[in-house]
């Protein structure tokens, strides 16, 4: 059973930088894995921020940017703002039609 | 614009079944994979299902092989997830997502506000 992993939490400062990770229980993410990042607030629908490692959805500000660090999928905050707190979610496509959602990082802005 | 709109969802008791439906407008749907994804009271986010653009291939997470079954209409630009022999641990809000044009499902980029579904007696 693959667990995809990530930080239950992160604390940053308003205007401060945070990278999120995404990584596999067994191997390294590469960009073969597709990896994808989700934003949900709470009772909200989540919403889409970057695709294909690091393509950014539609409307998605530039202060939100995907890349590969070492051996996982990386999520970084630029210039945090008071509603990027949520919940983040990464999404690696394990190949055969398979998609697997990580374990979801709470972001705290204060 | 892109709008998803989940139906169908309720309460229902241990081992009955549920349809949801999924109503999507504003693209050509027979272009995208679409994808069912669920989150459980409290918990993050699970991927469910996925079907290709003309319903030709299916795949789900292990836990509801054999119970759930993803479908299309392209006619009728709906989706729907058949859930059968439903047990407590289904208990979720059931997103529809639309998937890419590619090939591969490798994500999601539209979602519609979800469906609820408590299976309890």
């Known amino acids: 059973q693959t667990v995809v992993t990530q930080e239950p939490s992160f604390s940053v400062s308003p205007g401060g930088t945070v990278t999120l990770t995404c990584g596999l229980s067994s191997g390294s993410v590469s960009t073969s894995y597709y990896p994808s990042w989700y934003q949900q607030t709470p009772g909200q629908a989540p919403r889409t921020l970057i695709y294909?490692?690091?393509t950014r959805s539609s409307g998605v500000p530039d202060r939100f940017s995907g890349s590969i660090l070492g051996n996982k999928a990386a999520l970084t905050i630029t210039g945090a703002q008071a509603d990027d707190e949520s919940d983040y979610y990464c999404v690696l496509y394990m190949g055969s039609g398979i998609s697997v959602f990580g374990t979801g990082t709470k972001v705290t802005v204060l | 614009e892109v709008q998803l709109v989940e139906s169908g969802g309720g309460l229902v008791q241990p081992g009955g079944s549920l349809r949801l439906s999924c109503a999507a407008s504003?693209?050509?749907?027979?272009?995208?994979?679409m994808s069912w994804v669920r989150q459980a009271p409290g918990k993050g986010l699970e991927w469910v299902a996925n079907?290709?653009?003309?319903?030709?291939?299916?795949y789900y997470v292990d836990s509801v092989k054999g119970r759930f079954t993803i479908s299309r209409d392209n006619a009728k630009n709906s989706l729907y997830l058949q859930m059968n022999s439903l047990r407590a641990e289904d208990t979720a809000v059931y997103y529809c997502?639309?998937?890419?044009?590619?090939?591969?499902?490798?994500?999601?980029?539209?979602w519609g506000q979800g469906t609820l579904v408590t299976v309890s007696s």
């Open positions: 079907i290709k653009q003309d319903g030709s291939e299916k």
């Open positions: 294909s490692t690091n």
């Open positions: 997502a639309r998937g890419g044009q590619q090939l591969v499902p490798i994500y999601f980029d539209y």
């Open positions: 504003g693209f050509t749907f027979s272009s995208y994979w």
